[in-house]
């Protein structure tokens, strides 16, 4: 079945820390997406690519970086500059009609130790 | 700029009751609207869209109608079940901006009781 996988589950991050979360999707869709979400909140966008090789800043990229090196894959790295990186990270993907739904994959939960 | 309003929750019904979650828009063009929902712990799924005035989406028991009049997209249930429970989302895309840029409102939970 064609999806988004997200990896891993749970991560946890150490004070002055990089850590990548993955994105990978199966769907051959050409748009990629990066969410945060806090609790009891709804969606804010940090980045979003739309063709390989390039990637746009969202509401609220500062302290995050992305690649988009494959259609396939599009990680994001939570930078040490991130001061509150607690929080649930939900990666989406889109074909490039204008009236298509995103789609989601499981997210991951980030803590701080 | 665009943006979506959506009722506060928690919702708390007890099952079989009828549901409504008002969401109303701003938006500068002519946009797609959308209701996914979230399970505790998940992603988020597609529930419907509608993508003109007077469409009505439909899935699992859920209807919404597109109001170009009053700028809404409520979303309906005759008779929610426990199973039910999650937080709702609804959003719009605007076909004036680039790509499939979603613009989501803050959510709804509802509590379903048996």
């Known amino acids: 079945d064609g999806g988004i996988t997200q990896s891993p589950k749970y991560l946890f991050r150490k004070e002055g820390q990089n850590v990548t979360l993955s994105c990978e999707q199966n769907l051959n869709h050409d748009a990629m997406y990066w969410y945060r979400q806090d609790p009891g909140q709804g969606l804010r966008l940090i980045y979003y690519?739309?063709?390989?090789?390039?990637?746009q800043k969202g509401d609220i990229a500062e302290g995050y970086s992305v690649s988009r090196e494959k259609k396939e894959s599009f990680p994001l790295t939570v930078t040490s500059a991130q001061k509150n990186p607690t929080a649930f990270y939900l990666c989406a993907s889109s074909p490039p009609l204008t009236d298509s739904a995103q789609h989601f994959g499981d997210g991951t939960r980030l803590s701080i130790l | 700029g665009d943006s979506v309003t959506q009722m506060e929750g928690p919702v708390t019904l007890s099952e079989e009751a009828f549901l409504t979650i008002n969401c109303t828009y701003t938006?500068?063009?002519?946009?797609?609207l959308f209701w996914y929902v979230q399970y505790p712990g998940e992603g988020l799924q597609l529930l419907l869209k509608?993508?003109?005035?007077?469409d009505k989406g439909s899935n699992k028991g859920f209807e919404a109608t597109y109001r170009k009049e009053t700028t809404s997209f409520h979303l309906e249930k005759g008779s929610v079940q426990v199973s039910d429970s999650a937080v709702y989302f609804c959003a719009l895309s605007d076909r004036d901006n680039a790509g499939n840029m979603l613009t989501f409102g803050g959510g709804t939970r509802l509590m379903v009781k048996p």
């Open positions: 509608a993508t003109k005035a007077d």
């Open positions: 690519s739309q063709i390989v090789n390039d990637f």
């Open positions: 938006a500068t063009g002519y946009p797609s």
